[in-house]
């Protein structure tokens, strides 16, 4: 499942808009049903954000071919990584 900059722009207004406590995650895997989607902690993810916001790190994941990896490439995109900030 590619990323539209539809689907950019949506998460984009979620993150944005993230208040400390709030279930971004459940929100996000509602809006986009067929996304795998983990959380964790900024720590624990040593590459470059995709896009970063005040509460988030957003990476995108790319497990098309077997092995998963972070990409940059939103055609690519099969997960998000969202990464909360301490």
């Given at each position: 499942m590619a990323l539209s900059e539809a689907d950019l722009s949506e998460i984009e207004s979620v993150l944005s808009a993230a208040v400390p406590g709030?279930?971004?995650a459940a929100l996000l895997r509602q809006?986009?049903?067929g996304m795998s989607l983990?959380?964790?902690d900024s720590t624990d993810v040593t590459e470059a954000p995709f896009r970063s916001y005040p509460g988030f790190e957003l990476h995108l994941l790319d497990s098309a071919?077997?092995?998963a990896h972070v990409t940059d490439d939103p055609s690519r995109a099969?997960?998000?990584i969202l990464a909360r900030r301490g």
């Amino acid at each position: 499942m590619a990323l539209s900059e539809a689907d950019l722009s949506e998460i984009e207004s979620v993150l944005s808009a993230a208040v400390p406590g709030a279930p971004v995650a459940a929100l996000l895997r509602q809006k986009f049903p067929g996304m795998s989607l983990t959380q964790c902690d900024s720590t624990d993810v040593t590459e470059a954000p995709f896009r970063s916001y005040p509460g988030f790190e957003l990476h995108l994941l790319d497990s098309a071919d077997h092995c998963a990896h972070v990409t940059d490439d939103p055609s690519r995109a099969t997960g998000l990584i969202l990464a909360r900030r301490g």
